[in-house]
């Protein structure tokens, strides 16, 4: 466990911010990554609400240095922005918040499977639409889609028995999002540019239909044959 005094006088900490971090998926991406000892804040449309999901996450790690804001705020204060919204709200939250990511890194989790039916999303993929929205100033990457949110508060300590696929428009960028992962626990591979990753949300929705299929919550992917 990460206690807030253990991390004080490191020299260089970076801060994630969560944007729609009160769901489902951003919690969990949090707690593992507080737990690896990065800063983290949550954000919302609204900062009590980010406020009560930062006090949740504390007092399950039992720290004092995850913080809430409102997603403007949150992107403003961070060095890595990761976007967990609701697929249908994407275009719109880019949209507000293209100030506030100028000359950040931006995470892009959001597979384009809207509920209940859950159909394979047409390109082009989410963080290509988050890369035109937001222009040159922003470095996208696409990544975690395919990890189950279930499994992320699961025992933070263990790395998870899954691999994540990273896009982005060069390697140097990719590499921030495959540090993420692997201080979050999870193996990752830089798949390609962001075109591609509309493969990783189709395979979402393909997810979606096994877990159903097969009364799952954990379904997800992993990679065979390519050594690292
Ligand atoms: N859940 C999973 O297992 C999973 C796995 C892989 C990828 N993903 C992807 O991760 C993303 C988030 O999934 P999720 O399950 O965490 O979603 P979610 O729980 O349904 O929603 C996440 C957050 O989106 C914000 N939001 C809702 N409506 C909004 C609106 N109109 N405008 C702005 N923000 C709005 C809410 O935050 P506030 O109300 O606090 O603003 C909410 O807490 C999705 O793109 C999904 O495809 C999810």
Same mark, same amino acid.
């Given at each position: 466990?990460?206690?807030?005094?253990?991390?004080?006088?490191?020299?260089?900490?970076?801060?994630?911010?969560?944007?729609?971090?009160?769901?489902?998926q951003?919690?969990?991406?949090?707690?593992r990554?507080?737990?690896a000892?990065y800063?983290?804040?949550?954000?919302?449309?609204?900062?009590?609400?980010?406020?009560?999901?930062?006090?949740?996450?504390?007092e399950?790690?039992?720290s004092?240095?995850?913080?809430?804001m409102?997603?403007?705020?949150a992107a403003?204060?961070a060095?890595?922005?990761?976007?967990?919204?609701?697929a249908?709200?994407?275009q719109?939250?880019?949209?507000?918040?293209k100030?506030?990511?100028?000359?950040?890194?931006?995470?892009?989790? #959001? +597979?384009?499977? $809207?509920?209940? &039916?859950a159909?394979?999303? =047409?390109?082009?993929? @989410?963080?290509?639409?988050?890369?035109?929205?937001l222009?040159?100033?922003?470095r996208v990457?696409?990544a975690?889609?395919?990890?189950?949110?279930?499994?992320?508060?699961?025992?933070?300590d263990e790395p998870?028995?899954?691999?994540?696929?990273?896009?982005?428009?060069n390697?140097?960028?990719?590499?921030e999002?495959?540090?993420l992962?692997?201080?979050?626990?999870?193996n990752?591979?830089?798949?390609?540019g962001?075109?591609k990753?509309?493969?990783?949300e189709?395979i #979402? +929705?393909?997810? $979606?239909?096994? &877990?159903?299929?097969?009364g =799952?919550?954990?379904? @997800?992917?992993?990679i065979?044959?390519?050594e690292?």
């Open positions: 466990m990460v206690q807030s005094e253990d991390i004080i006088d490191e020299p260089i900490i970076l801060t994630i911010a969560i944007l729609g971090g009160t769901g489902n951003g919690p969990g991406l949090a707690l990554w507080a737990n000892g800063r983290i804040i949550i954000g919302s449309r609204q900062e009590k609400r980010a406020q009560a999901t930062a006090d949740e996450l504390n399950k790690l039992g004092t240095f995850i913080r809430g409102r997603n403007e705020d403003k204060n060095n890595i922005c990761v976007l967990t919204v609701v249908t709200a994407h719109e939250v880019l949209e507000n918040l100030d506030a990511l100028q000359g950040k890194i931006l995470i892009d989790v #959001t +597979a384009k499977v $809207v509920f209940p &039916n159909d394979v999303p =047409s390109p082009p993929s @989410a963080a290509r639409v988050a890369q035109n929205i222009g040159d100033g922003v990457v696409a975690f889609q395919n990890v189950p949110s279930h499994m992320l508060a699961l025992d933070l998870l028995d899954l691999d994540v696929l990273v896009f982005a428009e390697a140097e960028t990719a590499n999002a495959m540090m992962s692997d201080a979050g626990g999870m990752a591979y830089y798949a390609g962001l075109d990753a509309i493969v990783v189709g #979402t +929705a393909v997810l $979606v239909e096994l &877990n159903r299929r097969y =799952s919550k954990d379904g @997800a992917i992993k065979t044959g390519i690292k």
